[in-house]
């Protein structure tokens, strides 16, 4: 059985247009999964993978510096194991100061080895925040946000061309949101979110667009 601790993003050809917010208190792990595969690009090791994601501090005097860290790999849901396509490493430190929303974009980075993941796989995106300095009181992730707005956090593979893209079949279940914290527990959230949307078409920037909103728990076994 797999831990609740992972969240889904559904898929649409258009941006999101409801800002969603999960909470930020220190170093925390926000997985994403896509609805089954249908068809994957062929990725080389010239593709990089890449991405940004918004934080909010809601305090009213303190800041804090993050690093961000995303993840891409092909999900297996028969055996429930992962398998790694790019990792990007951290972000700088990033400075989120207080009573705003600063965006973190961690560095760009090209695939290890050739790729294409397997139909019925998921893309699982793994977003990973990390706290380097200051306080965190009153913190958030945001996504699910309109395009060109705050709150629009993206992963992108590849990210340096519009020219690969991914298509994925449906994906049934009600939203249920969770994270996973530094204590490797699970978490619930108080409510279910409203589903978002999520965009993994090619991009007029030359980029593939992997949309980071949910939530939903994927497969359980």
């Known amino acids: 059985m797999v831990p609740a601790c992972q969240l889904c993003p559904l898929r649409e050809t258009a941006y999101g247009s409801s800002l969603s917010a999960l909470p930020f208190t220190g170093a925390t792990t926000y997985d994403f999964y896509s609805p089954p595969i249908t068809a994957a690009p062929s990725l080389t090791t010239a593709d990089k993978g ?64 050739d790729f294409t993941a397997i139909v019925g796989h998921l893309l699982h995106v793994r977003a990973a925040v990390t706290l380097v300095s200051g306080a965190v009181g ?30 994925f079949g449906s994906l049934a279940g009600p939203p249920d949101a969770t994270i996973t914290p530094s204590s490797h527990q ?14 993994v078409e090619p991009s007029a920037q030359g980029r593939a667009p992997i949309r980071l909103f949910g939530p939903l728990r994927p497969p359980v076994q």
């Open 50 to 113: 890449g991405g940004l994601l918004w934080l909010t501090n809601g305090s009213t005097t303190t800041d804090f510096h993050v690093t961000v860290r995303f993840i891409f790999y092909d999900f297996d849901p028969a055996t429930l194991t992962d398998t790694l396509i790019v990792d990007t490493a951290s972000s700088s430190s990033t400075a989120i100061k207080h009573l705003q929303a600063e965006k973190v974009v961690p560095p760009n980075a090209s695939l290890p080895a």
């Open 138 to 167: 009153s913190a958030s992730i945001l996504f699910n946000a309109a395009s060109g707005a705050k709150g629009d956090s993206v992963g992108f593979l590849p990210q340096n061309t519009s020219a690969k893209s991914w298509t």
């Open 186 to 199: 699970c978490l619930p959230q108080p409510g279910p979110l409203t589903p978002g949307l999520s965009r």
